[in-house]
């Protein structure tokens, strides 16, 4: 009896998050990926241990396609083909950590400084670290406000610098660029300065935005994160991080249980993330991911004027998938699973969103403000 309860629970538990995947318009999560390729992988205990680039003693392990992978995005990110180094981790966050960490361990008395609208998992990070920081205003658009950046940056001039840049801020979709940063940094003369950039949102579609803005290594970044769950998509949360080889091997440290170097964050490694990802940018290519860019560009578009036809004043920032308007009322933000901050709210245009939700979307503000018309509360 307990077995077929379970079966049960299992039917009823695919039911719901199969539901709620298709009313989901508010997070940056790719749904509309197949990887049914790659099923017969979970037969086997993958498990990346230690540095891509290295043998280890566990060889059940996807290396070579982590490699690949690794590959694809310096390359897109345009970093030196002799010096550059990264790892698929858990997530935009931990690509983050490992960012900081780097930039800490070259710069220990540095400052670390990020605006406003940066990711709550920076802060966290900061923290672990024990890094001193200061935050940095935002401008109306979520970018950061450079004239805030330069004075504070003036007062600390006689400190090292870690600038923390968001590609892709998580409400607003706001980028900074980064050639202005280091443009900044140049002017006062702050030799020994470190630019990470958290393109987790954007970085997967940020070298086909036009006009371009200035976020990868050539523009002046040391390290770059995203996450591979959000515009490429996976059933298991992933990242990125691409830094540059000869910054990572002023940190590795030789392991000698696992036979390689302890250059990661984490010990044991997802390696079906990895594969996925490998298999995601095999599919697709530059081309196939700059195709998906233009439909949620279109989408994106055909979203804000939606909105504006109904009289909400909605925007987007310059070549973002994300929509901005003024916050809808409970009903309908639990229904399409939006995120609420300070009186905004956001769609976020991921490649798999269809014009036929963003009608269904629409329609039920429509018929909300209707009901509120006639004083019937709709929440
Ligand atoms: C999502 C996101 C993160 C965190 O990434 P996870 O993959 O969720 O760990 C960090 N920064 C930005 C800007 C993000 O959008």
């Known amino acids: 009896m307990v077995h077929l ?9 695919m039911k719901q998050l199969s539901d709620a995947r298709d009313t989901f318009l508010g997070y940056p999560v790719s749904k509309d990926f197949d990887y049914s390729a790659l099923q017969d992988f979970f037969k086997y205990p993958i498990n990346n241990l ?7 003693t566990y060889r059940v392990q996807t290396h070579e396609m982590e490699r690949e992978v690794i590959d694809f995005f310096a390359d897109l990110f345009r970093a030196d083909p002799q010096d550059y180094w990264g790892y698929v981790t858990n997530g935009g966050s931990e690509s983050n950590l490992y960012g900081l960490y780097i ?22 990070n900061i923290h672990l670290l024990n890094i001193p920081s200061i935050v940095i205003r935002s401008q109306e658009n979520g970018e950061i406000d450079y004239e805030d950046f330069e004075n504070t940056l003036q007062f600390n001039r006689d400190k090292p610098a870690i600038v923390l840049s968001t590609f892709g801020s998580t409400m607003k979709e ?17 030799q ?14 940020g070298s086909f935005i036009e006009p371009r803005i200035p976020f990868d ?7 770059i994160s995203i996450s591979g769950h959000k515009f490429i998509g996976s059933p298991i949360p992933s990242g990125v991080i691409i830094t540059k ?10 392991i000698s249980y696992i036979g390689s170097s302890d250059t990661t964050i984490t010990g044991s490694r997802n390696g ?12 697709l290519g530059k081309a196939g991911l700059k195709k998906r860019y233009l439909k949620s560009l279109e989408t994106t578009l055909y979203c804000k004027e939606a909105l504006i036809k109904e009289g909400i004043p909605a925007w987007s920032n310059p070549g973002a998938i994300t929509v901005v308007f003024p916050r809808v009322n409970e009903k309908i933000k639990r229904k399409w699973q939006l995120a609420t901050e300070e009186e905004l709210t956001h769609i976020i245009c991921m490649p798999n969103v269809t014009k036929d939700q963003i009608d269904a979307f629409v329609g039920d503000v429509k018929s909300c403000r209707r009901s509120e018309e006639k004083q019937t509360i709709c929440t």
């Open 272 to 283: 079906h993330s990895a594969l996925f990802l490998w298999y995601a940018i095999q599919k």
């Open 174 to 190: 706001a980028k900074d660029d980064v050639s202005r940063l280091k443009g900044i940094l140049k002017k006062l003369a702050i």
């Open 217 to 223: 290594f050539r523009d002046g970044a040391d390290s």
């Open 245 to 254: 080889r000869s910054l990572k091997d002023r940190i590795s440290k030789g």
């Open 5 to 13: 309860n379970n079966n049960l629970r299992l039917k009823e538990l």
């Open 192 to 205: 020994d300065h470190y630019i990470h950039c958290d393109a987790a949102l954007s970085g997967s579609y």
């Open 103 to 124: 930039a800490r361990e070259m710069y220990p008395k540095a400052m670390v400084y990020f605006s406003e609208s940066t990711h709550y998992s920076v802060k966290k």
């Open 50 to 56: 230690g540095d891509p680039y290295e043998d280890s």
